[in-house]
């Protein structure tokens, strides 16, 4: 049950597979909120899931809360991200938006100047930021651990098994895209934090007509490192980026184990780094977690930050341009 004197009044607009398993619950958990509105175009969804959980309010339109609450989460379709996210900023509710930040690199620069201009803040849901994992491998490739960085393979890929409330993943009209824009935002997000801006791209997926269920990526950043990634809704890859340097390889783990590997060229060993915090062993509720604390600190009080909504919009630029210079994806396997 949620206890109503907790700091910031909040909304949670669409109550899919994310809110449902992380958002709502790690919000009413959390002393920082008072989850006050569901909000889902579904409104039997949103009436029983705040039945369950004994939040008060439950409407279909996201219109209602305005006045009534100081944030929000948007866990809707991402083609709706932008355009819910606008009129909650201007009408000064702070906004934790999901990935992908929006579908478009001029609708991020729009939602930024808007916050900036109602004075309110706009976080983007990309919680490996705080991830121990991923903050170790961003130490670990800057401090160059195994000497200079020289090129790297990822690859990201589950069978599409996401207990979604909607089809809307695999409707282009209301998704902008497919695996990419999907799943692609987080690992993405990670490669330009890692590795800085890019240069050269090339881009292929299997979209056809519809969404894309695998494509592939070969990059240039600018600092001279290349990699290629392949992301998929259709199999199971290896779920890993792999960093080769001038002495050895990383090997990172995308999901929830935190055992970064150092592979060392001429040598019969290898060692493995751990990157753990209080959230750790809990999936992505722990993680999730973590970042509605830092959106409601940095609301509250400090600057506290885990990312800034600028370099989630990076991300975006970056898958837009992908789909921009789309080839066939050859299917190899
Ligand atoms: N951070 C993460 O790791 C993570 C994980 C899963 C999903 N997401 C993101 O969260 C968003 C939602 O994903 P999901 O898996 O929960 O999808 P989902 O289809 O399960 O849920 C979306 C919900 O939004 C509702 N909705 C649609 N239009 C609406 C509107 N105008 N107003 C209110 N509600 C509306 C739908 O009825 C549905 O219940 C996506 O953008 C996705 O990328 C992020």
């Known amino acids: 049950m949620c206890d109503k004197n907790k700091a910031l009044k909040l909304a949670i607009i669409g109550c899919g597979a994310i809110s449902a398993n992380a958002h709502i619950p790690n919000a009413c958990k959390s002393p920082l909120f008072d989850v006050v509105y569901l909000v889902d175009k579904n409104l039997e969804l949103a009436n029983s899931q705040a039945s369950y959980f004994d939040i008060p309010n439950a409407v279909d339109?996201?219109?209602?809360?305005i006045g009534k609450v100081d944030a929000a989460i948007v866990a809707v379709p991402h083609k709706l991200h932008y355009d819910l996210t606008i009129p909650l900023l201007k009408s000064g509710?702070?906004?934790?938006?999901?990935?992908?930040m929006a579908i478009s690199f001029n609708e991020c620069q729009e939602m930024i100047e808007v916050a900036k201009e109602n004075k309110v803040l706009l976080e983007v849901g990309h919680f490996r930021r705080i991830q121990p994992v991923f903050q170790l491998a961003k130490k670990i490739i800057s401090e160059q651990w195994l000497g200079k960085i020289e090129?790297?393979?990822?690859?990201e890929g589950v069978v599409f098994s996401s207990p979604v409330a909607s089809a809307a993943m695999f409707k282009k009209e209301q998704s902008g895209g497919g695996v990419l824009l999907d799943t692609g935002p987080h690992l993405l997000e990670n490669l330009l934090w890692w590795f800085g801006d890019y240069g050269n791209l090339q881009y292929w997926d299997d979209a056809c007509e519809g969404v894309e269920a695998d494509c592939k990526l070969e990059l240039t950043f600018d600092g001279g490192v290349t990699g290629s990634v392949n992301f998929s809704r259709l199999r199971n890859l290896k779920n890993q980026v792999n960093v080769k340097c001038e002495k050895g390889s990383i090997e990172i783990p995308i999901g929830w184990s935190e055992d970064i590997i150092l592979k060392y060229d001429n040598a019969d060993y290898e060692t493995k780094v751990s990157a753990t915090n209080e959230y750790t062993g809990q999936g992505n509720l722990g993680y999730l977690y973590n970042e509605l604390e830092f959106f409601a600190s940095t609301v509250l009080s400090s600057d506290a930050y885990f990312m800034k909504a600028e370099e989630a919009a990076k991300t975006v630029r970056l898958i837009e341009q992908c789909y921009a210079n789309r080839q066939n994806l050859d299917l190899e396997w």
Not at 61 to 65: A, K, R, V
């Open 151 to 155: 090129s790297f393979t990822a690859e």
């Open 93 to 100: 509710i702070h906004v934790l938006v999901e990935k992908p």
């Open 61 to 65: 339109d996201f219109q209602e809360i």
